[in-house]
Each structure stands twice: as C-alpha cells, then as structure tokens.
C-alpha cells in the first residue's frame, strides 16, 4: 500500500496519493508510501486523519480574556466579550450590554406589560387587581353598586345592572333578557304531526311544508300539489309532503325538478346504424335514417355530404345534382306557423357559400306543413300551420346555384327529414 508498480522496469515507485486523489480537507503531505494531512492554526485534525475540526479554546482553557469578560468561541480563534447582568443582552459586537425588553420579547404579563431598565412591571385593566403577576377581577357586586330593583351581574373587568324579565323571557349569564325556548326545552304544546315554531315570548304550532292544518288540536294533512296542472311540465306524482315529476318515455328530468329534457340516445348510447344510415334523434326517441348515396356519388368523410364523382364522358352524371345533403330537424309538439326551422346552404366545389341559388321544393305533398323561401343566398325552411299531430316528415329540396351570365352553374338536393314530437318540448 502506497507504491505502485513502476512501468520502467521490475521496482515499486512511490504512490503520491495527494496528487492523484487528496484525501484531506485541508493541506496534504505526501510521503514515503504514505501520506499525512495538515491544518490551519486554530483547527486540529480530526480522528479519521484527514478532516480538521475547531480548536474550542474557552472549554480548554487556552485564552486570555479577563474577569468581567466571558470567551466566545469562534472557527479557528475566538473572542473576548462583555458580561452582561440579568435583563440585558450583550449587542452583536459584544462590547457594550443592552436592555431587554421583555414586555415585547416574551411579555411575561397577564394584561399589561411596563418595561423598565433591566426588568419590567406587570399592570391590570380597569375592573382588576395585580396578585403576584396575575390580574383578578374585582366583584363590583359586593359594593351594591345597582338599584334595589335591578339584578347585579358580574363580568369579567366589570358588572351589569339587569332588570327583571317579562313573561316568556328569560335572564341571559349577561344578565339580559332572552326568549324562552319552548320548542327546543320541550314545553310546547304541539301535537301529531305539527312543527312547532318558536316566536318572542312564546310559540306556534305549524304544519311542516307539504301539509296543511285542519285547525287547532288535529293533524297536519298532505297537500295534493299535484292539483295545480302547472307544476309539472308532463305528470306529476304525489308523494308524503311533496311531489315527483314524471317524464315520457325518451325524456330525463332537469336540475330543476319540473321540466324534462329530450335524451339524445345516438349520443349517450352511442348507436351505430350502420353504412349509408344516419341515428336521428327525436324528441323521446330515435330512428335509423336512410341516407344512402346514389351512384356515382361519393360519401365526403367529414361533411357526410355526397358528392359527384362522374366518370369520363358521362354526360348523365355531368347534369345531376353536385352535391346531396341529408338534415335531420327534430321539433317539439304545438310551433306556430310561420316559424323558421333550418336554413339550407349550397357550396362550391371550393367550399364557398355560392352567390347566386335559388331554393324549390320538389315532389311537394301537399299535407307537408312546411314551405321554403329565399333569403340572403339561403333557403328558409318555414312551418305553414301550427304543427300538432307527431309526425315525421320528408322533404326534398333542390338549390340552383347560377353563373355570372345566368346559366345553372351548380345543383344540390337536400333531404330534410323533420319530426315533430307528441310532446310540446
């Protein structure tokens, strides 16, 4: 240990540990297969040989501060500082003492705190005396300090002077006049099923919400809210105190407990119904829809749209429609006529809104409650009575789109199906 083979020839070298990994905190010396560590003055080496630690002078002994001085041991040295008495603290150069305060510091009072040079005095609020250093409440009562027909009621630094209390009341530990509890301290007389209700100076019997009383001595009785046919917007069922909202079949029930709320089964249930059919929900249900596209058309993967794709020199598929579009409008129960219900849209082949179409519909049955006009390059699908018989319809729209120079630039058929719900939400 500490040589190491020489690569020159069949002899050992000395290893200089130092060099290669210095072992010490401080100062290394290598010698001889070995080496040793070094420490600045007032550090010592410690056991293990290469770490140094603090030389503590005042426990040794080894410095010379004099009497009225006390050592302060410092890294490497220390220093002579001032002695300070009880209630001074020696300032942060050590030479000079300071007060003390206590009432800031530790504030060994009860109430009030009076520093003083080297100590400090304790001191009570008005309304107590100092014992020792705690402040004890003078009982003004003793003194006769009220008047012969008031109560003395001693507090705490003072006192209160406390009339007497009418009929139902009570004295508070304040001496105040308080309300008797008679529901909470169980000398009500209420009765079956009656709440009791405590009022200033005494109590009525009442009927918890839902009930209803039939006069002084008996029962409280269900009310049927169910009676009044606006409280619910589809049925309502009584219940012990309240009532429950029903909705059809197709419908959930809102936060607010009264009106219902369309489920949308294509989305929560997440129907699949198959290639070339669409989920249509309606209010209170939902309905595979048909929505193939004819041939030669091709199905755009994300308008849904079909869209023409002629061969070469079909000039029968050249004239047909660009472009087919499917909409589905489900509507409740009882619109009026003359509502707006969809605005149809006919595109470019570039995806621009064409400036010039014009919407007609074809194939109209004449028992379709809906009519289409034009308005700001759109087709506004309007009803033509109010709609209360649950239907679904079927409507085929065509839209002309026109060139600059009046020819027929582009055509779309729209399918709208629209279903009306035997409900009027």
Known sequence: ?????????????????????????NTCHNAMGTYYCSCPKGLTISADGRTCQDINECALGGHTCHAGQDCENTIGSYRCVVRCGLGFRRTSEGLSCQDINECQESNPCQQRCLNIIGSYRCRCDPGYQLRGRRCMDINECRQNVCRLDQQCKNTRGGFKCIDLCPSGMTKAENGSCIDINECRDGTHQCRYNQVCENTRGSYRCVCPRGYRSQGVGRPCVDINECENKEICQHDCKNTPGSYQCLCPSGYRLMTNGKACHDVDECLEQNIHCGANRMCFNMRGSYQCIDTPCPP?????????????????????????PYALEYKLVALPF????????????????????????????????????FAIRDEKLKGVVFTTRPLREPQTYRMKVRALSYSADGNIEYQTTFIVYIAVSAYPY
């Open 296 to 320: 030669n058309y091709l199905r755009d993967p994300i308008t849904g749209f079909c869209l023409k794709n002629c061969p070469s020199n079909d000039l029968e598929c050249a004239l047909s």
């Open 1 to 25: 240990s500490g040589f190491t083979l020489d690569s020159a020839g069949p002899y050992c070298s000395d290893e200089d540990e130092c060099t290669i990994r210095n072992p010490c905190s």
């Open 334 to 369: 009882g619109i009026a006529a003359n509502q707006d219900l969809i605005r149809l849209v006919a595109y470019t082949q570039d995806g621009v809104m064409h400036p010039r179409t014009i919407f007609q519909v074809v194939d109209e049955d004449p028992g379709v409650p």
